[in-house]
């Protein structure tokens, strides 16, 4: 027997009873540098949000007839086999997966290494796209006719309608941000919204998540040259700006932006900073019109970057399943202690040794926003950028960042 085999058989003995028999725990084939996939794959099927719609939009579209060749199918035949296999653990190869997403995006059609956080926002932006475009086809020219009738009345505009999400993707992912801009002479507050898939938070060196927040949602003065145009007092007034969470999203999804680009030494540099994150989140850093502001998150994911730099490295994730956590680095899985996710923070020392540090955080919401969707898991947009339109999705951030490539 071979040291897959064997490593197979020891995990199978780990798990033990303490898990369902249902449940399955397979390692994916690396295929030249795909760690960067890997890693955030393992989380997202450990989402099980995710995996449950996966699974019930393949069968959706087998039963339908209507089966696309495309990323977003891929990705959900890939979740089916994994969770149809009759062994309990094993190695699972997502080669249909890897090639059609280097067929879809140049950026990753080769053999470099790759961002993990780069690919994890182009999945769920294209994977939305499609759906969105599903969900147009399926329903025709429905909604421009009712848009052109309404626009054609003579009747006073309604109010907006209650936020609903306009895929299940956003109905997991997405979240509101709230731009709020505050003259200091008239106090007139300006708001203006945009959505994210995920939250990019700026890092310093013994730190936490909690104040990387509070600090992404810092008051921001204009002066100056800076100075804000107030529409009440119309003329540039001094004024406060600072970002809140408006709608919060059911799954989190927080980026540490661990590479920083050196103008002077003109290459990406990696931060490793030691940056704690609780296995519970409460945030802070919402807004007066949040619903249910004190919402408990939980950690079930962390794709955990390996290696000193940027343009050499290796991707991870630790999982929670079940009460229990466990390991997935490539083909290998192994069940591990929930205090080895603290060697995971970073170091206090820039030099030091260890250079494991989480990179990805996911978290899930103790409390369902059922409004943003209508199917209730059972369990418990467009590319990286700040200033999305409210009608799109993407990965907010302090500033915009494009990471180095990584493997």
Known sequence: ??????????????????????????????????????????????????????????????????????????????FVSISNQRRRCGVHAPRRFIAKLRNEN??????????????????????????????????GQAAGRAGSEASASDEPSAPPPPYK????IHSIFEGILTNETRCLTCETVTSRDEC????SLE?????????????????EALRA??????????????????????????????????????????????LSY????????????????????????????VVVHVGSGPNHGHYISLVRSHTHWLLFDDESVELIDEANIHSCFGSSVDTAANTDTGYILFYQSETWDSSSSTVEPSGSGRRTAAGAAPNGSRSASGSSQRGPAQG
């Open 1 to 78: 027997m071979g040291a897959a085999g064997s490593k197979t058989q020891r995990l199978e003995k780990a798990l033990g009873t303490t898990f369902p028999e249902s449940e399955h725990f397979y390692g994916l084939e690396n295929f030249g540098n795909t760690c960067y996939a890997n890693s955030v794959l393992q989380a997202l099927y450990y989402c099980m949000p995710m995996r449950e719609h996966c699974i019930a939009y393949a069968a959706q579209c087998e039963a339908a007839g209507t089966t696309e060749d495309d990323l977003l199918s891929s990705l959900c035949d890939l």
């Open 106 to 139: 140049e950026l990753f059609n080769n053999q470099m290494h790759q961002d993990a956080h780069e690919f994890l926002n182009y999945l769920l932006n294209e994977a939305a796209e499609l759906l969105e475009k599903r969900e147009k086809k399926a329903t």
């Open 165 to 168: 999400a306009k895929t299940w």
């Open 196 to 199: 994210f898939l995920d939250l």
């Open 203 to 219: 890092i310093e060196q013994n730190s936490s998540v909690s104040a990387c927040m509070r600090k992404f949602s810092s008051s």
């Open 225 to 270: 040259e800076n100075k804000f145009f107030c529409d009440a007092c119309c003329s540039l007034q001094e004024a406060n700006k600072c970002m809140r969470i408006k709608r919060l999203p059911n799954i989190l999804a927080l980026h540490l932006k661990r590479f920083k680009y050196i103008e002077q030494l003109q290459r990406f540099k990696k």
């Open 274 to 301: 030691r940056i704690s994150f609780p296995l519970e989140l409460k945030l802070t850093n919402t807004s007066d019109q949040t619903d249910n502001p004190d919402r408990l998150y939980t950690l079930f994911a």
